[in-house]
């Protein structure tokens, strides 16, 4: 456990009308209901809360994880303590009640009706930051942004988010009603958007909240070929760096990870977040986990300072675009 104060980073722009202040790190709580082994609810109450008594008050959820029952859960856990929080959630990724796929769907009326049934599993007035999570390219991101606008000005959505958007998009949606932040996975494994898309976040003034900043746990050391379980998502071929001789070379790199990590005495997850982390005060990654020792773990990380000698070696243990495999095995729900 850290006695480090977890701080607060502003997403979006306050000339704009869109910041939001949020934790330093925040709470991915989608592994709590799937995909990522056998789902533990208590377990990932208790992490809640401890997340909540640790300062780590940005929660991060989606109708799809469950599906459904992951804003349960966020809502159970967070219905006394709702004022610390802010909490953010994602529609688009339509799913029916049984987890089969239906499509992504951004259109204004599945908007409306998305964000209200949120509200009722979460158990809110109000969600803090309302993100699409894909892009629907059937519908013009002016028709799908222009009906979150409509939530804002109801009084149901505070700040609007994107997630895996591209530059083009990201700039016509913020014409439309200012976005406050882009979710995009990016850590030390995945660095596709600093090309376009981040300097376009830092022109517009929008926030960058990274998932999956630890390479789905890859960069925690913990990953091997025999520790993912049979109803891992990671073992069943969706994540095709975690498969065969791509997930050998990953490890290779991870163990320089883990070199670089003992010398500066902290764990190679510690130090792959403090990375993330030093990429700029507009960036709030959501590391995920449903146990309360992996979270003190990851805030922790918090008080590991990198110094330009730390960033080089890191640089030069894993150059951009070492990583194998793709990070999806199907991309294309991920614009560029």
């Known amino acids: 456990m850290t006695t480090t104060p977890i701080g607060q980073r502003t997403l979006g722009s306050s000339s704009q009308g869109s910041s939001l202040t949020v934790s330093t790190l925040g709470l991915g709580c989608m592994g709590m209901s799937e995909f990522y082994g056998t789902p533990d609810e208590q377990s990932g109450i208790d992490t809640i809360h401890r997340a909540l008594d640790l300062g780590v008050t940005f929660l991060d959820t989606a109708d799809m994880y469950g599906p459904f029952t992951n804003e349960q859960l966020v809502g159970r856990a967070i219905k006394d303590r709702r004022d610390e929080v802010q909490l953010a959630t994602k529609f688009g990724n339509e799913r029916n009640p049984d987890g089969s796929w239906v499509g992504i769907n ?18 809110v007035d109000h969600i803090d930051l309302y993100y699409q999570h894909r892009v629907d390219r059937s519908v ?6 222009g009906a979150m606008k409509e939530l804002v000005e109801a009084g149901k959505v505070r700040h609007l988010g994107l997630s895996e958007a591209g530059a083009e998009t990201i700039r016509r949606a913020h014409g439309v009603h200012p976005i406050t932040a882009l979710q995009s996975e990016y850590s030390l494994f995945t660095r596709d958007l600093e090309d376009e898309i981040l300097p376009v976040l830092r022109e517009l003034g929008i926030g960058l909240v990274p998932y999956s900043p630890l390479g789905r746990g890859m960069l925690t050391g913990a990953v091997t070929r025999e520790s993912l379980q049979s109803d891992d998502s990671r073992a069943t071929g969706r994540f095709p760096r975690f498969a065969g001789d791509a997930l050998e070379a990953n490890l290779a790199l991870v163990e320089k990870v883990t070199r670089l990590a003992g010398e500066k005495g902290c764990t190679p997850g510690q130090l792959a977040l403090a990375w993330v982390l030093a990429q700029g005060d507009d960036v709030a990654p959501i590391p995920g986990t449903k146990r309360v020792r992996y979270l003190e773990e990851n805030v922790a990380a918090v008080g590991v300072e990198l110094t330009e000698d730390d960033l080089a070696a890191l640089e030069e243990a894993v150059p951009r675009g070492a990583v194998a495999g793709d990070r999806y095995g199907d991309m294309s729900t991920v614009e560029a």
């Open 106 to 123: 951004g259109s204004p009326d599945y908007v409306r009706r998305a964000c209200d049934a949120s509200l009722e599993r979460l158990g």
């Open 140 to 145: 013009p991101i002016e028709e799908t942004v």
